[in-house]
């Protein structure tokens, strides 16, 4: 009932810029949180950014003053520009959603990923 989708990804040289998309659709009633997470081959799933919907916002340490994350949950949309892109921020980026479906429950969805790949 609930799907997230995300886009943007991509090749990009050390330096450059991407501009990541995600996309709830669905039986969704109330975002409380949006985010990204990123996993590298044999590697944890770790927390890229987040945002709440009172508009607070967390970075892992390795990203900030780099990416930005911002988001209109109102139509459930999440982005993440990452800007002076690294090697080491080479992975698959995914796209999660704490959220209320309309059957008032809550619970945490995953999107399919999309692949950012920096060459140095």
């Known amino acids: 009932q609930v799907q997230l989708v995300e886009s943007g990804g991509g090749l990009v040289q050390a330096g450059g810029s991407l501009r990541l998309s995600c996309a709830a659709s669905?039986?969704?009633?109330?975002?409380?949180?949006m985010g990204w997470y990123r996993q590298a081959p044999g590697k944890e799933r770790d927390l890229v950014a987040t945002?709440?919907?009172?508009?607070?916002?967390n970075y892992r340490d390795s990203v900030k003053g780099r990416f930005t994350i911002s988001g209109d949950f109102a139509r459930n949309t999440v982005y993440l520009q990452m800007n002076s892109l690294k090697p080491e921020d080479t992975a698959v980026y995914y796209c999660?959603?704490?959220?209320?479906?309309?059957?008032?429950?809550?619970?945490?969805?995953w999107g399919q990923g999309t692949q950012v790949t920096v060459s140095s």
């Open positions: 999660n959603a704490y959220l209320m479906s309309r059957g008032l429950v809550w619970d945490n969805y």
């Open positions: 669905g039986s969704i009633s109330s975002i409380n949180t």
């Open positions: 945002l709440n919907s009172n508009g607070r916002t």
